[in-house]
């Protein structure tokens, strides 16, 4: 059985940083398509950052530049480091995946606004992420 465990998580003022960690298990590495979403209170779950098999990642309009995630050497652990954090970026982060691999294999996984969460089937049970102005 696949589990997502995520990490790192807390509360920061405006300007720092943070990073977040999810360790996978109980699945054959690498992971074709997973990343991060986040919703915060009252909101959708949206996309954050992704990575593929190949190592491409695609970043929501609203963290590039300032979020970037990675694999650990034996892929799977996943990585966001969140930098110059905002008020706006508090929400409660969760790890995702999808295990199909469809998403990789059709060419959607780093394609922004192709695809909603509903798309992977497998989470953590996610972190919080507080930022105060």
């Known amino acids: 059985q696949v589990q997502l465990v995520e990490s790192g998580g807390g509360s920061v003022q405006a300007g720092g940083s943070l990073r977040l960690s999810c360790e996978a298990s109980?699945?054959?590495?690498?992971?074709?398509?997973w990343g991060w979403f986040r919703q915060a209170a009252g909101k959708d779950r949206v996309q954050v950052s992704l990575i593929d098999e190949d190592g491409d990642p695609m970043y929501a309009d609203s963290v590039q530049g300032r979020f970037t995630i990675s694999q650990g050497n034996a892929k799977n652990t996943l990585v966001l480091q969140m930098n110059s954090l905002k008020p706006e970026d508090s929400a409660i982060y969760y790890c995702g995946a999808d295990l199909s691999g469809h998403l990789f294999s059709s060419g959607y996984c780093t394609t922004p606004g192709t695809w909603g969460p509903a798309a992977f089937n497998s989470w953590g049970q996610g972190t919080q992420v507080t930022v105060s102005a």
């Open positions: 109980g699945y054959a590495m690498p992971m074709s398509c």
